[in-house]
C-alpha cells in the first residue's frame, strides 16, 4: 500500500518561507514522477510543481522562481521549499505520486495522494 505522509506545513508572513516534506512509503516506483499541488478553499486542486527520477523538473507559472522542488529516493522523502510566499500560496498542500514515465501538470496524471498540510500566509 502506498502512503505518501506531508509535513512542514504552517502559518508564515508574508515573504517567509516553508519548507514541506513528504515521506513516502510503499512507493517502490522510483523512476517515475512525484508532484506538489494545493487547494485553497473554493478553488479547484491546482498543480505547483513535479519532477522526475532524474531530477527534472516543471513548475506553475505563479510559482517560479520562488519554489524548489526536490527528491531524495534514498530517504524516500519529496520536499518543497517555498520562498517569498504571497498571501495567495495559501492553501492545503499535496504530496503526489504516480506510475507514469511522462506526464503534465495536472492533478488527472497522479494516482497517490497525501492528506495535506496547510500553508497559511497573513499580509
Known amino acids: 500500500e502506498v502512503q505518501l505522509v506531508e509535513s512542514g506545513g504552517g502559518s508564515v508572513q508574508s515573504g517567509g518561507s516553508l519548507r514541506l516534506s513528504c515521506a513516502y512509503y510503499?512507493?517502490?516506483?522510483?523512476?517515475?514522477?512525484m508532484g506538489w499541488f494545493r487547494q485553497a478553499p473554493g478553488k479547484e486542486r491546482e498543480g505547483v510543481a513535479i519532477?522526475?527520477?532524474?531530477?527534472?523538473?516543471s513548475y506553475a507559472d505563479s510559482v517560479k522562481g520562488r519554489f524548489t522542488i526536490s527528491r531524495d529516493n534514498a530517504k524516500r522523502t519529496l520536499y518543497l521549499q517555498m520562498n517569498s510566499l504571497k498571501p495567495e500560496d495559501a492553501a492545503m498542500y499535496y504530496c503526489?505520486?504516480?506510475?507514469?514515465?511522462?506526464?503534465?501538470?495536472?492533478?488527472?496524471?497522479?494516482?497517490?495522494w497525501g492528506q495535506g498540510t496547510q500553508v497559511t500566509v497573513s499580509s
Open positions: 503526489a505520486a504516480n506510475e507514469k514515465t511522462w506526464c503534465q501538470l495536472r492533478t488527472a496524471d497522479f494516482g497517490y
Open positions: 510503499g512507493y517502490t516506483y522510483m523512476t517515475y514522477y
Open positions: 519532477i522526475d527520477s532524474n531530477g527534472s523538473t
